[in-house]
Each structure stands twice: as C-alpha cells, then as structure tokens.
C-alpha cells in the first residue's frame, strides 16, 4: 500500500477558500490516479474530483467550477483547491491512491491506498 497523509482542512466561513494537500510515499507515485473523496456524518463516502498521471482531471457535478485538483510528480502530492465554499461541502475529506495506471474511478472501492482523512467545516 501507498501512505497518504492529508493536510489543509479546517473552518471557513461559506463563500471561502481552502486548500488540501495530500503527500504519497513510493517511488511509482507519478503512475498512480490519485482523487478526492468526502464524506458527511451519516453519509456514503463520495467521490470529488480525481487526476490522471497525465494530468488528466474528472470532477462530481457538485464541485465542478469551483474546486480544482492538481499534483506534483516531484513532490509526491496531490492538492484540492477549494473556492466557494458552501455549508453543504462540510465533510471529512480522503485522499485516495489507486496504483493501476488508467482511468479516474468514481467508485470507493477503485482505489487501494488511503489517507486519514481531514475535517473541512463550512459555516453560513
């Protein structure tokens, strides 16, 4: 498995930015698909965006427009911008890791390694 350790969450008020971070070990870390999911209290885990290692992105409906996903290949990380923020995007957010090479998975059990996950609260 690969180890994910999210960073960047935390309160903001609706109509406010924030920014996660997720940093990867292993060495193939440029070959992974690596995404965003979020989950509510009481809630499926769902997904939010996704990125190939072409660079090569996929967002939920609910986010498109106002969140972007990128990476770092040197770094090893995986970054989720966040613009607009609405009370509704109030979650835990997972970094995941899904180590064949292909296409973006929308589905929880696509991927193999994840991260802890980090709080995002948006008040309104």
């Known amino acids: 498995q690969v180890q994910l350790a999210e960073s960047g969450g935390g309160l903001v008020q609706a109509g406010g930015s924030l920014r996660l971070s997720c940093v990867a070990s292993?060495?193939?870390?440029?070959?992974?698909?690596m995404a965003w999911f979020r989950q509510a209290p009481g809630k499926e885990r769902d997904f939010v965006a996704g990125?190939?290692?072409?660079?090569?992105?996929y967002y939920a409906d609910s986010v498109k427009g106002r969140f972007t996903i990128s990476r770092d290949n040197v770094k090893n990380a995986v970054y989720l911008q966040m613009n607009s923020l609405k009370p509704e995007d109030t979650a835990v957010y997972y970094c995941a890791a899904d180590r064949t090479p292909g296409w973006i998975r929308l589905v929880r059990g696509g991927y193999d390694s994840w991260g802890q996950g980090t709080q995002v609260t948006v008040s309104s």
């Open positions: 292993g060495r193939t870390f440029s070959s992974y698909v």
């Open positions: 990125i190939r290692s072409s660079g090569g992105s």
